[in-house]
């Protein structure tokens, strides 16, 4: 679940191993930058770290970050049990 905190949304997402980590970030990837909109985040191992907030809007939450977050949860919605 996303929570704002500090002006981000921000979510931890926890993957069977790192491969499928990495595959997921591959898939944001393409989705933001269809968007022309790139998170922060982190990986270690199998867990992703996503924080989002809009720089041009002074690094604060806006409707951008909102579609993107929903393009997240829909991509993991569709996506096969590993």
């Not at 790192?18 to 933001?32: D, G, N, P």
């Amino acid at each position: 679940m996303w929570t704002e905190q500090d002006n981000k949304l921000c979510q931890s997402f926890e993957f069977a191993d790192f491969r499928a980590a990495f595959l997921f970030m591959t898939q944001v990837a393409e989705i933001a930058e269809a968007m022309n909109h790139h998170p922060w985040w982190s990986n270690v191992y199998n867990e992703v770290m996503i924080k989002l907030s809009t720089h041009d809007a002074g690094d604060v939450v806006t409707e951008k970050d909102r579609q993107l977050a929903a393009a997240i949860d829909l991509l993991l919605e569709n996506r096969p049990e590993a």
